[in-house]
Nanobody, 125 residues
Framework: QVQLVESGGGLVQAGGSLRLSCAASGRTVSSYAMAWFRQTPGKEREFVAAISTSGGNADYADSVKGRFTISRDNAKNTVYLQMNSLKPEDTAVYYC??????????????????WGQGTQVTVSS
């Protein structure tokens, strides 16, 4: 099992940037495909971005393409989400998640067995 802890959330004005981090422990993060999801009250948790074990492949939700970048540093056992040009609609709790295999299903919640506790991102207009 891998334990995931997110950090880096906060309050930022529209147009600003934040970088979220997801630190893994228990098992090396290099064994997992990793992803970020987000959730607002009353809504389903939605896919944001995913990255393969090596970092060679990545997928993004259409709503964040060109603004967010997912990356990983397997030596530091950490995954990042760089968020630029933030919009009020990006306000949510952001969750880090791990799954065994990077497939076309990474954009769904299916197969993610490990989740962090979430970090709040609030974008003011």
């Amino acid at each position: 099992q891998v334990q995931l802890v997110e950090s880096g959330g906060g309050l930022v004005q529209a147009g600003g940037s934040l970088r979220l981090s997801c630190a893994a422990s228990g098992r090396t993060v290099s064994s997992y495909a990793m992803a970020w999801f987000r959730q607002t009250p009353g809504k389903e948790r939605e896919f944001v971005a995913a990255i393969s074990t090596s970092g060679g492949n990545a997928d993004y939700a259409d709503s964040v393409k060109g603004r967010f970048t997912i990356s990983r540093d397997n030596a530091k056992n950490t995954v990042y989400l760089q968020m630029n040009s933030l919009k009020p609609e990006d306000t949510a709790v952001y969750y880090c998640a791990a799954r065994a295999v990077y497939t076309t299903a990474v954009v769904t919640r299916s197969g993610y067995r490990n989740w962090g506790q979430g970090t709040q991102v609030t974008v003011s207009s």
